[in-house]
């Protein structure tokens, strides 16, 4: 059982910086596709970013590319999400996902690729 921790959120002005982290535990971390996503009130979860095995492969929605980085530790079991010059839109609980399945691809965008969650972040922008 995999079990991810989100942490990092908060409330930051427009323009500003913040990183969120994702802990996971149990299983082998090195051999997940993570993914973060987003949901903002009365929407649907949005795809944000995902990396791959070893983090030397990353991919983006259009409207969070140049502004956030996605990044992977895999001997602390963690990772994170970079991001700057936020904008209100930004708004919403952020979730952290690990999918566990095997095969080559890895730029997995929909929520029913990934088998766990975590609890999810909460990240305000204020305008």
């Known amino acids: 059982q995999v079990q991810l921790v989100e942490s990092g959120g908060g409330l930051v002005q427009a323009g500003g910086s913040l990183r969120v982290s994702c802990a996971a535990s149990?299983?082998?971390?090195?051999?997940?596709?993570m993914g973060w996503f987003r949901q903002a009130p009365g929407k649907g979860r949005q795809f944000v970013a995902a990396?791959?095995?070893?983090?030397?492969?990353?991919g983006y929605v259009d409207s969070v590319k140049g502004r956030f980085t996605i990044s992977r530790d895999n001997a602390k079991n963690t990772v994170y999400l970079q991001m700057n010059s936020l904008k209100p839109d930004d708004t919403a609980i952020y979730y952290c996902?690990?999918?566990?399945?095997?095969?080559?691809?890895?730029?997995?965008?929909?929520?029913?690729?990934?088998?766990?969650w975590g609890q999810g972040t909460q990240v305000t922008v204020s305008s």
């Open positions: 996902a690990a999918s566990t399945t095997s095969g080559s691809r890895w730029f997995k965008t929909f929520p029913r690729d990934y088998d766990y």
């Open positions: 149990g299983g082998t971390f090195s051999t997940y596709v």
């Open positions: 990396i791959n095995w070893s983090g030397s492969q990353t």
